[in-house]
């Protein structure tokens, strides 16, 4: 007695309410960037600081949340302004602009909160100070949060 | 001999590095303060602070993608322009050993290098010394 040949596995079930095996992106940014380290160079740096990569890691990887922690707070800060800087005869008009670097952020999609013990330490704890859709954080939720991410990075 | 040094009101060693806080930013506010108020200064530069003079950086930064036309000074224009505006108040020095520890060969020409050796005739030719970072 042979034993007859095993039979390939039965093909899956072709039903419509099977799940699609390449899913759409996923609806949440899978990175969160934190941003702590404030005021890198505003002579040096200019345009090329630190939010300028993040809106190209949003672009390349998917999406991406920010999120700001201690005096980084304050790239959020409503009302403050970059003046310009007279060097020689010249007028630099050009120094890095965190504020114009969140709000291009928060255009292009990405969500930008700022940790509450970061604006209780810089005075921005008070209603109105952040610029809009920038979303107060507490401590222990952005902890919380990193599990939720597929990477967690600091720039 | 070495190079005479003119006599200045303050000496500021700048030895922390650019790109890591705004420190360079608050000594070129600062330089141009005290020489606005007619202050002589001379600058020393060591460690990694010896880059902002570096011919390769070039007259502008690199073109922007958000912002095609504009124009970024860069640090060794910015300092040139300081030197050019007030042209008996202010000198730029290098350290020749930190340069060349970092690959600086390519300071702008109104860059004075000078030798460790040198730099007790440059303290010495101060009325104040402010040192800002470390190496």
């Given at each position: 007695m042979h034993k007859p040949p095993?039979?390939?596995?039965?093909?899956?079930?072709?039903?419509?309410?099977?799940?699609?095996?390449?899913?759409?992106?996923?609806?949440?940014?899978?990175?969160l960037a934190i941003?702590?380290?404030?005021y890198r160079g505003a002579v040096e740096k200019q345009f090329v600081d630190a939010l300028y990569l993040a809106l190209e890691l949003h672009r390349r990887l998917g999406g991406i949340d920010i999120?700001?922690?201690?005096?980084?707070?304050?790239?959020?800060?409503?009302?403050?302004?970059?003046?310009?800087?007279?060097?020689?005869?010249?007028?630099?008009?050009?120094?890095?602009?965190p504020r114009g670097d969140v709000r291009r952020l928060l255009d292009a999609g990405v969500r930008v909160y700022a940790?509450?013990?970061?604006?209780?330490?810089?005075?921005?704890?008070?209603e109105g100070r952040l610029l809009d859709q920038v979303r107060p954080m507490s401590a222990d939720e952005a902890a919380a949060r990193w599990s939720t991410y597929r990477m967690v990075c600091f720039l | 001999m070495g190079r005479p040094?003119?006599?200045?009101?303050?000496?500021v060693i700048l030895m922390g590095a650019p790109h890591e806080s705004d420190q360079t930013t608050?000594?070129?506010?600062?330089?141009?303060?005290?020489?606005?108020?007619?202050?002589r200064v001379q600058v020393w530069t060591c460690g990694y602070a010896?880059?902002?003079?570096?011919?390769?950086?070039?007259?502008?930064?690199?073109r922007n993608i958000a912002s095609w036309t504009t124009?970024?000074?860069?640090?060794?224009?910015?300092?040139?322009?300081?030197?050019?505006?007030?042209p008996d108040q202010l000198y730029w020095y290098g350290c020749q050993f930190c340069s060349d520890d970092r690959g600086v060969h390519d300071h702008v020409p109104e860059v004075i290098l000078r030798r460790p050796s040198s730099f007790a005739a440059n303290s010495a030719a101060t009325g104040k010394t402010l040192m800002v970072g470390v190496i």
């Open positions: 095993d039979l390939p596995p039965a093909a899956p079930d072709p039903s419509p309410a099977a799940p699609d095996p390449s899913p759409a992106a996923p609806e949440r940014p899978q990175v941003v702590e380290r404030a999120l700001l922690r201690g005096q980084a707070v304050t790239y959020a800060a409503r009302d403050a302004r970059v003046p310009p800087l007279r060097l020689g005869n010249r007028v630099v008009e050009t120094l890095t602009d940790e509450e013990p970061g604006l209780a330490a810089y005075g921005m704890d008070g | 040094v003119p006599h200045t009101d303050v000496m608050s000594v070129l506010r600062l330089l141009q303060a005290m020489l606005e108020r007619g202050g010896t880059h902002l003079t570096r011919q390769a950086l070039g007259a502008a930064k690199q124009s970024y000074p860069s640090t060794a224009t910015l300092v040139q322009d300081l030197l050019a505006a007030f």
